[in-house]
């Protein structure tokens, strides 16, 4: 079985920032692209920023140059430095992960559970 835990979310002034984790547990075999979105009240839920096993990574216009993902292979984990947050930023962020589970030929899409970004103005 395969979790994703997010952590580091919480409230925090326009202008601030917050750094976000989240953590790959389980039977995981390899962990191919990881990726960061968001969903605001009442919106879908929107792509943020990506990275692949090798390094490569995305962002969405709306977060370039002032979000940064990054990942720790060796952990399993991903993180996602936000700075500059503006309240448009608020939003639940989720974690995913294309996996590969020991045991296993295919890779399949996993989710945590989110985190609560809040930036008052």
Not at 40 to 49: E, L, N, S, T
Not at 77 to 101: F, G, K, W
Request: aromatic letters at 10%; a positive charge.
């Amino acid at each position: 079985q395969v979790q994703l835990v997010e952590s580091g979310g919480g409230l925090v002034q326009t202008g601030g920032s917050l750094r976000l984790s989240c953590a790959a547990s389980g039977s995981i075999g390899s962990i191919e692209t990881m990726d960061w979105y968001r969903q605001a009240p009442g919106k879908q839920r929107d792509w943020v920023a990506r990275i692949t096993r090798g390094g490569s990574t995305g962002y969405a216009d709306s977060v370039k140059g002032r979000f940064t993902i990054s990942r720790d292979n060796a952990k399993n984990t991903v993180y996602l430095q936000m700075n500059s947050l503006r309240p448009e930023d608020t939003a639940v962020y989720y974690c995913n992960a294309e996996i590969r589970p020991i045991g296993l030929t295919f890779s399949y899409d996993y989710w945590g559970q989110g985190t609560q970004v809040t930036v008052s103005s």
